[in-house]
């Protein structure tokens, strides 16, 4: 099917260890077009950044991840606007078409979510940028893709859309069935990542952010989530988000190249059965 062979793979820099350059030549190396820049990693000169990612013919998938926005309370509603401005023209000078927002995990007023959404997708049309919304599976309010669906239809903006991650999907046990009512063309973005199940409740935040695997060493149903994506007639990227702080210490080429093989496996495996 065509989706092996359109949709651009990238990989997030946190799975890999070391210096910023040496992760994007990795990455490069083991056959990436994309790559997802944390606000950390673009700590160096913006220009810097941008002559790198050029000169490895990396695409910028996205620019992430602002935390905590969406009802934000208090002081920190201020505090976080100015923090998106902020972001929101980093990722326009690096050339990224889109930032990602989690849905957030701290204090939350969940009847301004949708207003603060809506100022940051205005915001974000400004500079030309697309806003990926992201459900989060120890959210205050939004741990699931359909409720961030739900947030994403009330907000009615253009340049919105959702992220599928599949930690915070299937984490909480939850199906692709959750999927089932959101038009393809409102999924901006597809993040892989696999686990050992079943999961302890009480460990998901540490497995989330040190613990993931790489796709085909855990229990997730990723087969049947890319299956489905396929049949969705799903165009856009998809690569590999993974926390693992063993893999963070090893050889950086290595790992992208050993995360490179099993994206591709996985894709392989579930076109054939879509």
Request: net charge negative; proline share 3%; charged share 20%.
């Amino acid at each position: 099917m065509s989706f092996l062979k359109s949709n651009p793979r990238f990989l997030n820099t946190v799975l890999l260890g070391g210096a910023f350059t040496k992760k994007l030549e990795a990455i490069a190396k083991a056959g990436f077009n994309g790559v997802e820049v944390w606000q950390q990693d673009a700590e160096q000169a913006v220009s810097k950044t941008t002559q790198q990612l050029d000169a490895l013919a990396l695409a910028r998938t996205d620019y992430q991840v602002l935390l905590d926005f969406d009802g934000a309370v208090g002081e920190k509603r201020d505090e976080k606007r100015r923090e998106a401005l902020t972001m929101m023209a980093t990722a326009s000078e690096l050339g990224s078409p889109m930032i990602l927002v989690a849905a957030n995990t701290a204090e939350c007023a969940p009847q301004k979510i949708v207003m603060d959404m809506q100022w940051l997708c205005q915001q974000a049309k400004g500079f030309g940028l697309r806003v990926a919304y992201e459900a989060m599976s120890w959210s205050t309010e939004i741990n699931q893709c359909d409720k961030a669906w739900q947030i994403i239809q009330q907000v009615d903006e253009e340049n919105l859309g959702l992220v599928i991650d599949a930690f915070h999907l299937f984490a909480l046990g939850r199906t692709v069935q959750d999927l089932a009512n959101i038009p393809v063309e409102k999924i901006f973005l597809v993040q892989l990542s696999d686990i050992a199940m079943p999961l302890n409740s009480d460990a998901v935040k540490q497995i989330a952010r040190h613990q993931r695997l790489l796709p085909g060493e855990g229990d997730f149903p990723l087969t049947a989530l890319i299956a489905y994506l396929v049949k969705q007639g799903y165009s856009g990227p998809i690569g590999l988000e993974v926390f693992n702080d063993q893999a963070a210490e090893q050889d950086c080429e290595w790992v992208a190249q050993r995360a490179k093989e099993a994206l591709e496996h996985l894709l392989v495996e579930s076109d054939s059965s879509a």
